[in-house]
């Protein structure tokens, strides 16, 4: 079984659409992130969640909202897509408190053309 | 959390110990150093982390100066799988890596 399993993988879309990508992790942690991978390989954090609640919310535009039904699953919904946005997000999980490692999935590469 | 600095890029033979040096040297009493690394085209692998002694796992060792401005992660025997980019993060105790934004890694290139 997928620790931390994306969906989809590729993204094709059009600038000005709404998409979203799921995440959805089975191992049973409280926290759940959101990465974004630009062109130059930076691996920038977005979003983390803990039992369903924001607690990091980086300088990210408010076309992205992140939502997370239940501490398995966090979603990014992203809307009015530009052409900046074409990156590999990838969604990652772990435990809040102590010195433990985080989770990531394969990645969803999003193609703004 | 605190910055680091790796080399951009390290080549290794084969079967021989890779080691790859990370500065921190603003890195503050309560965090740790972390490792993970990035194999093409998928996502990013935990390695090893530590605070203030030396680590080692089944994939790594971590040494850690006493000073803790610097650590080193030795891959003891790389394999050409092991070719990857390689991230060295600090991060504090209570929040993990899995808050922290990577840097610009080092990538290792293991050769024949």
């Known amino acids: 079984d997928t620790a931390v399993s994306q969906t989809p993988k590729y993204l094709v879309t059009q600038m000005g659409n709404d998409k979203s990508i799921k995440c959805e992790q089975n191992?049973?942690?409280?926290?759940m992130y959101w990465y974004k991978q630009d062109s130059k390989k930076f691996l920038k954090i977005m979003f983390s969640?803990?039992?369903?609640?924001?607690?990091i919310n980086e300088t990210v535009p408010n076309r992205f909202s992140p939502k997370s039904p239940d501490k398995a699953h966090l979603n990014l919904h992203i809307n009015s897509l530009e052409l900046g946005d074409s990156a590999v997000y990838f969604c990652a999980s772990s435990q809040l408190a102590g010195d433990t490692e985080a989770f990531f999935g394969q990645g969803t590469r999003l193609t703004v053309v | 959390d605190a910055k680091t600095t790796q080399p951009p890029s390290m080549d290794c033979a084969e079967g021989r110990a890779a080691n790859l040096p990370c500065n921190h040297s603003?890195?503050?009493?309560?965090?740790?150093v972390y490792w993970y690394r990035q194999i093409h085209s998928q996502g990013p692998q935990y390695i090893i982390h530590g605070l203030k002694n030396n680590e080692t796992n089944e994939m790594a060792s971590l040494i850690i100066t006493e000073d803790r401005k610097s650590s080193t992660l030795i891959l003891p025997h790389a394999t050409l799988r092991d070719t990857a980019v390689y991230y060295c993060i600090v991060s504090w105790a209570n929040t993990n890596a899995g808050k922290s934004t990577f840097g610009d890694g080092t990538t290792l290139t293991v050769k024949p």
């Open positions: 969640y803990n039992n369903k609640e924001l607690i």
């Open positions: 603003t890195i503050s009493g309560n965090e740790y």
């Open positions: 191992l049973g942690h409280d926290t």
